[in-house]
């Protein structure tokens, strides 16, 4: 008889923890990809600046680069390599066009992001058309947006925010307690799966996207749960992002008040960065801090789900788990996450960081934007619409109209 050889497989956050960490120890070894640039007013600065030779060459260094590291994702996790090798230059396409978009001057002016266009794109493709298996297949939702997580990490520089001062901080902590315990009072009261409920509270609370995976890391979440809980985060940004500037000007609060305001009301950091531009040099900074200080919570939050969530059996009490079962339970990647972070924070010159920030940062962004636009291509208007969601939709909406008022006033009295 032949000997089988087995297979070695990770589980998909350790994986995503080699590879956020091949690409920065790549970076760091001088393997640095260009970033392209995405700017343009008109069909004329389009061809020269997006369209130009030089400027194609980077995207597909770009292409090249994540398709490799996608790979050998697939590899290591044990997913079939040719669905991925076939949809992933489809993915990659439309998430150009969404970056393309975005980076339009009128749409760079309101700083909506590619993220959006990339999740509006593939939500009219996988409604309106019929996606072919194997393109289904290929998509790896997770794996991107972890990846971008821990990309996200190099920029979470807790020198910067200490700098700034506590005041965000101790606003992030206020908010973060006093929201997600609210959501999910709300959430259980209108008897929402303890998934939901989970990933609902800790999504309107926290950081928005990132909070909602790591969540969905540590209970082991329904990724169409996930997926949900993501598309509801990104629509309500828009309106947000769009009114509380204006809200704040009829209140007459001050900059500092308004931009601690925006940075814990609203869900997603670009949309933070918008809000506050609309406003004020002072607003943008503060409420960027007061963002960055809720992001820093995410690693905490985490492991503290981790171990709720070890307690609990599908809502009901579960005997007393063991540290390996709270270990099995903890999102590995976020590990990731904290180990970034406190490589640029505490380890890395300002010498070695310079040279590799713009990089790293628009790889981010392009995994950012490859997720989202797997989520739209996996996402059914009818899962958003249909009467199950209801509830979720009402608790959601709810608990941040409740985090809207409840940062209001703790803005007003830290800040004023």
């Not at 814990?264 to 900074?285: C, Q, Y």
């Amino acid at each position: 008889m032949l000997s089988e050889t087995k297979k070695i497989v990770l589980h998909e956050d350790w994986a995503v923890v080699i590879l956020g960490f091949t690409i920065i120890l790549l970076s760091l070894s001088g393997l640095v990809i260009a970033a392209p640039v995405y700017n343009w007013e008109n069909l004329n600065t389009l061809v020269a600046n997006v369209l130009s030779v030089s400027n194609l060459l980077k995207i597909f260094y770009q292409f090249v680069f994540v398709v490799v590291i996608g790979a050998f994702g697939a590899l290591i996790t044990g997913k079939n390599l040719k669905p991925f090798l076939f949809g992933f230059p489809i993915v990659f396409f439309l998430t150009l066009v969404a970056l393309i978009m975005a980076g339009n001057s009128i749409i760079k002016s309101i700083n909506l992001e590619a993220v959006i266009f990339g999740l509006v794109l593939g939500l009219i493709l996988g409604n309106f058309f019929n996606l072919p298996q194997w393109l289904k297949d290929s998509l790896s939702t997770e794996l991107f947006v972890k990846i971008g997580l821990i990309l996200l990490g190099t920029t979470i520089i807790f020198a910067d925010i200490l700098k700034a001062g506590s005041l965000g901080l101790i606003q992030a902590l206020a908010v973060v307690l006093s929201v997600w315990y609210f959501a999910y009072w709300l959430c259980k009261k209108l008897k929402i799966d303890s998934e939901l409920t989970m990933m609902i509270s800790s999504a309107v609370s926290i950081c928005g996207v990132s909070a909602a995976i790591a969540t969905s890391g540590a209970i082991k979440g329904d990724p169409k749960k996930l997926s949900y809980v993501i598309s509801l985060v990104l629509i309500t940004a828009i309106p947000m992002m769009i009114l509380m500037p204006f809200a704040a000007q009829y209140l007459g609060l001050t900059q500092e008040v308004t931009g601690a305001w925006l940075g814990g009301s609203i869900d997603t950091t670009g949309a933070v960065v918008a809000s506050g531009s609309l406003v004020g040099e002072t607003a943008l900074k503060i409420s960027t801090i007061v963002k960055f200080s809720q992001n820093v919570l995410l690693g905490l939050a985490a492991f503290a789900i981790s171990i709720y969530w070890s307690y609990r059996k599908d809502g009901q009490e579960s005997q007393k788990p063991t540290l390996a079962i709270i270990w099995e339970r903890f999102p590995k990647f976020v590990l990731g996450f904290l180990g970034a972070s406190l490589l640029f924070s505490f380890f890395l010159s300002p010498v070695l960081m310079e040279p590799i920030k713009g990089s790293l940062k628009s790889l981010q962004g392009l995994w950012f934007a490859l997720a989202f636009t797997s989520i739209g291509l996996e996402t059914k208007f009818s899962d958003l619409f249909n009467s199950e969601s209801r509830k979720p939709l009402y608790a959601f909406l709810i608990a941040q109209g409740f985090n809207i008022v409840v940062t209001l006033i703790i803005a007003l009295l830290l800040f004023r």
